[in-house]
């Protein structure tokens, strides 16, 4: 049985579409356009969503859960 791969608040965002594309949906949904950007796919999922006006906290539970249910 494969495990979950869970993200956190401090992980890059290259690292979490790494581990599933379709995690792109919730950072698009958050106002995240830009995720080809060198420069986006470099920051942390907490500095994004500070750049962004969204909860880091919020948007991470909302990812994991996604994960959980694969």
């Known amino acids: 049985?494969?495990?979950a791969a869970f993200i956190t608040k401090d992980m890059i965002i290259s690292e979490i579409l790494e581990?599933?594309?379709g995690?792109?949906?919730?950072l698009l949904e958050?106002?995240?356009h830009c995720l080809g950007c060198p420069s986006a796919r470099g920051e942390t999922l907490e500095?994004?969503?500070e750049v962004h006006g969204a909860d880091a906290d919020l948007?991470?539970?909302k990812i994991n859960a996604y994960?959980?249910?694969k």
């Open 1 to 3: 049985m494969a495990v």
């Open 30 to 32: 958050s106002g995240m």
């Open 23 to 26: 995690v792109a949906k919730f």
């Open 47 to 49: 500095d994004a969503c």
């Open 19 to 21: 581990k599933d594309e």
């Open 67 to 69: 994960l959980a249910e």
């Open 59 to 61: 948007l991470t539970d």
